[in-house]
């Protein structure tokens, strides 16, 4: 599979998933696709594991969760997605210090909120773990009482960021 990427996501400093100063979090970037879907792509290391060599199945379905809960600001600018429910399936054991690829996409969209799906993929393409979720659409400010300024959202990049992803 060959995915153009179209934009890249904001990411945080303190954020688990996405924070790139988190000591302990995944440090995960997020690439709009061509097709319409949101592609997570982050490498976790030993302290995220569950078993040894295997990502922590709570950890799993929290980039699960992130991925889907960001996929609305493809087409909604500003939108979050707050979870209501995630329902996650366990597949395959996912590996740490590996790259690892989280796809996530929008199924329904209405006026309050929406109902979205993902999946980890493992290198050559298998899906590993997957989700389905329900949503509540909210912008940042109506979520906490922080201003987004002050946390430092803001999209980075870097000469990493790549123009076409592939998987399998």
Partial sequence: MR???TAKQENSNMCFVCGFENPFGLHASFYELDNGELMGIFK?????????GRLHGGIASTILDETIGRAIMIEHDRIWGVTLEIHV????P????????????IEKDTHRGFQGSGEILLKDGR???EAQGKYLKMPFDQITEAEAEGLDWKVTSSDHDPEVIEIG
Avoid at 44 to 52: A, K, L, M, S, T
Avoid at 89 to 92: S, V
Avoid at 94 to 105: L, N, Q, S, Y
């Fill in 3 to 5: 995915y153009q990427v």
């Fill in 44 to 52: 976790p290391g030993e302290e995220h594991q569950g078993y040894p």
């Fill in 89 to 92: 399936r366990y597949r395959k």
């Fill in 94 to 105: 996912v590996p740490i210090g590996k790259e690892i690829h989280v796809m996530g996409r």
């Fill in 127 to 129: 899906v590993a773990v």
